[in-house]
Nanobody
């Protein structure tokens, strides 16, 4: 069993940065791939970024590539999402998710993940 808690969201100006954290409980978290997704009201949850359990491979949605960076510290059971140059269209609730997954095809699909956090709101105002 893995429990996930996101933090670090907030209200910022366009162009600013935020770092989201996803803290996990469960001694086997280091075995899980972790993804970040986001959702706005009335739209489907969309893939943002993901990282394999080892941290050796990372994946990004085209909309955030070059601006966002995902990383993990397995010793701290935490995954991070550094978000730079935020745009108003990045405004959403951001969720982290974990699963025993590997490869791009699995990691970009929300339905592949077993465990989800409660989400944290990110608002970038223009």
């Amino acid at each position: 069993q893995v429990q996930l808690v996101e933090s670090g969201g907030g209200l910022v100006q366009a162009g600013d940065s935020l770092r989201l954290s996803c803290a996990a409980s469960g001694r086997t978290f280091s075995s899980y791939a972790t993804g970040w997704f986001r959702q706005v009201p009335g739209k489907e949850r969309e893939f943002v970024a993901a990282i394999e359990w080892s941290g050796g491979s990372t994946y990004y949605a085209d909309l955030v590539k070059g601006r966002f960076t995902i990383s993990r510290d397995n010793a701290k059971n935490t995954v991070y999402l550094q978000m730079n140059s935020l745009k108003p269209e990045d405004t959403a609730i951001y969720y982290c998710a974990a699963g025993l997954l590997t490869g791009w095809g699995a990691l970009i699909r929300p339905t592949s993940y077993v465990y989800w956090g409660q989400g944290t709101q990110v608002t970038a105002s223009s």
